[in-house]
């Protein structure tokens, strides 16, 4: 079968630095406390290209956030990018660490450049009218995410990488439910525009003076359903991850989840309150996260989001590859799931 996926990146990077790994390290403590907490329960395989991901995902929100002119901040990026896939990134160590990535895990670049796209609507202020077209920024910027980690894990199935898709997505809408205050306060609707107006809610409006209504208790309500919706899609592919690495990744998703939980305990109000998951909560929650769980394969092989084909399909599929161990490896994981549905 002739493959029209993209190429793979065509170089050998160079080993990862340790004096890159530890700046990256050291960037993630003081700007996402939340990644270097989570990174400690990560398999040590994982933990050093997960952290130099998340650098350099890091650092590129950063660029567009903080700099003066966000759609410039994005045409750098784009260049930057550009540099890590000829193996000649520039002098910063993120970019470095990622090119190591990048080489290793032979990583489309299809994935960090949706991601950079994300970032772009950022800087245009996009709002979207729909919850699909909701679907597609989440996909950019949460949904790679979930795609990226997974290569790092060596999963390259579509339909593992699928529902590594859902849960970035979930993930990213649970964000979106808690923050619509807060980013009301900030000029910017994350929600679904026809979602507002069919509650009778002007958009520009409401922007101008955010308070927190019945009606806005419902669309947050429909938020965190959808968001819920794929988490539960998601537990099939995290059962199905290598077994060093489902426990961590399970704790990432109970606790977004919970955030949407702390959400409806106070009343659906993302306007007036911010939700947020007290530290012994999360010890049970990560406790809790290291039972064996049972997957239902039935939702491992659900096709993936509209939103999030494009970046399951940037991964080249085991059952297209040359080598006959994958062939075999693919068949073999085919066979389990009918029997596993027989039975």
Avoid at 45 to 63: N, S
Avoid at 99 to 112: F, R, S
Avoid at 289 to 309: Q, V
Wanted: hydrophobic share 45%; charged share 25%; with cysteine.
């Amino acid at each position: 079968m002739t493959s029209t996926l993209p190429q793979l990146a065509p170089f050998e990077a160079d080993p990862m630095r340790p004096e890159d790994l530890a700046a990256c390290r050291a960037a993630l403590v003081v700007g996402s406390k939340s990644f270097a907490t989570a990174a400690r329960i990560l398999p040590r395989r994982v933990r050093a290209p997960a952290t130099a991901l998340y650098a350099f995902c890091r650092v590129a929100d950063d660029a567009v956030d903080t700099e003066a002119d966000p759609k410039a901040s994005v045409r750098r990026l784009r260049e930057r990018l550009d540099a890590i896939y000829i193996n000649k990134p520039i002098n910063h160590p993120a970019d470095r660490a990622f090119a190591a990535v990048v080489a290793e895990y032979e990583m489309p670049k299809e994935l960090p450049g949706a991601l950079i796209e994300g970032f772009e609507w950022d800087a245009e202020e996009r709002r979207y009218d729909t919850l699909d077209a909701l679907h597609a920024y989440c996909a950019r910027v949460a949904g790679t995410v979930g795609a990226m980690m997974a290569l790092l894990m060596g999963v390259r199935d579509g339909p593992r990488l699928a529902r590594a898709c859902d849960l970035g997505v979930a993930m990213q809408l649970t964000n979106i439910a808690r923050d619509i205050g807060e980013d009301a306060r900030n000029g910017r609707i994350y929600l679904p525009l026809d979602w507002m107006r069919e509650a009778g809610i002007d958009p520009e409006a409401w922007q101008r003076n955010p308070s927190y209504t019945p009606a806005l208790r419902e669309i947050t309500h429909r938020m965190l359903a959808n968001a819920d919706m794929l988490y539960a899609r998601s537990e099939a592919g995290i059962a199905a991850l290598p077994s060093d690495c489902r426990s961590s990744i399970r704790a990432a998703g109970r606790i977004y989840a919970e955030i949407g939980r702390m959400v409806r305990a106070e009343g659906f109000d993302p306007v007036t309150k911010r939700a947020i998951v007290p530290k012994g909560r999360k010890l049970v929650l990560l406790a809790n996260a290291m039972l064996p769980r049972l997957a239902r394969s039935a939702r491992l092989a659900e096709p993936p989001l509209d939103a999030t084909a494009y970046l399951v399909r940037a991964v080249p599929n085991p059952i297209g590859g040359d080598s006959l161990g994958e062939r075999i490896e693919w068949l073999i994981g085919v066979i389990n799931r009918v029997e596993g549905r027989a039975a």
